[in-house]
């Protein structure tokens, strides 16, 4: 973690050192089933609950004086986090429980088919609302602002949570108060680090595939794989300003669009 103190003198600017004093800590639940070849049907899912605590994950450095305000989840926190996948062949087919005496193209047609999956639900990750300028005449940039109420979450990519100063706040939640503000200039805001939570991830991705034997050495191999096959996006951290007018608004995405992609392979 790296200290920052100002000088009273304006010509030695900002003195900087690190300071090597602070931890971090994690603890989590965590929990794993898996199942294999049950009826054809692979499947692996894990959780985890979890609380990650530290003073500052990218080592950014802060006042010194604010140490203590910077004492909280770290960047990377994700209270609830889990992930599933399987994978499945399909029981028609030659040999199979349905359509067993298949032959000849129904069986190359029908036949042979598999599905995997995977899922992933997470809670979202922190971030920390701040002002714009020097408001406390350090040379430091992001500063706390104070806190004034409970902060209202509205949810909308162009208002994720309640800033005054942007109208699409006032539009969509018109009896919401601002729960920040600027403190008095020369002073620090009571803020603290990382209380507020950026969008969760829901996604899931598929792929059904077949191969198609030739002989008993050569096969095609065909894959259909759609990713975020749901097309359900996940907003990345809003803009965490509370004294400006694109405060609190969503300009982009952790996850792409639904992509779909198809593959043919040939083995010999």
Not at 19 to 44: C, I, M, P, S, V
Not at 98 to 104: E, I, Q, V
Not at 182 to 209: E, S
Request: glycine share 10%; aromatic share 12%; hydrophobic share 40%.
């Amino acid at each position: 973690m790296t200290g920052v103190q100002t000088c009273a003198l304006p010509i030695w600017g900002t003195f900087v050192y690190a300071d090597f004093q602070e931890n971090g800590f994690y603890d989590a639940l965590q929990a794993k089933y898996e199942a294999r070849n049950w009826h054809g049907l692979n499947t692996l899912l894990s959780y985890a609950y979890s609380k990650c605590i530290d003073s500052g994950t990218t080592q950014g450095g802060t006042t010194l004086l604010l140490l203590s305000q910077y004492r909280g989840p770290c960047d990377y926190d994700l209270t609830q986090a889990f992930a599933g996948s399987f994978d499945y062949a399909l029981p028609i087919g030659k040999g199979q429980q349905f359509l067993g005496n298949a032959h000849g193209f129904v069986n190359q047609a029908l036949g042979g088919w598999k599905m995997t999956g995977i899922v992933t639900l997470r809670t979202g990750l922190p971030f920390t609302p701040v002002i714009n300028g020097d408001n406390a005449n350090t040379g430091v940039g992001s500063q706390l602002p104070n806190v004034t109420g409970t902060p209202t979450y509205v949810g909308q990519p162009s208002c994720w949570f309640y800033v005054a100063l942007n109208p699409s706040c006032t539009a969509l939640a018109p009896n919401a108060a601002s729960a920040f503000s600027v403190p008095a200039a020369y002073t620090y805001g009571d803020g603290a680090r990382n209380t507020l939570r950026a969008n969760g991830l829901k996604q899931v991705d598929f792929t059904i595939m077949k191969v198609f034997p030739i002989g008993e050495k050569r096969l095609f191999q065909f894959r259909a794989e759609m990713f975020n096959i749901l097309n359900h996006p996940t907003f990345s951290a809003p803009s965490a300003a509370i004294n400006s007018s694109s405060g609190g608004q969503v300009s982009s995405t952790l996850n792409a669009a639904r992509i779909i992609q198809l593959a043919l392979k040939f083995q010999f």
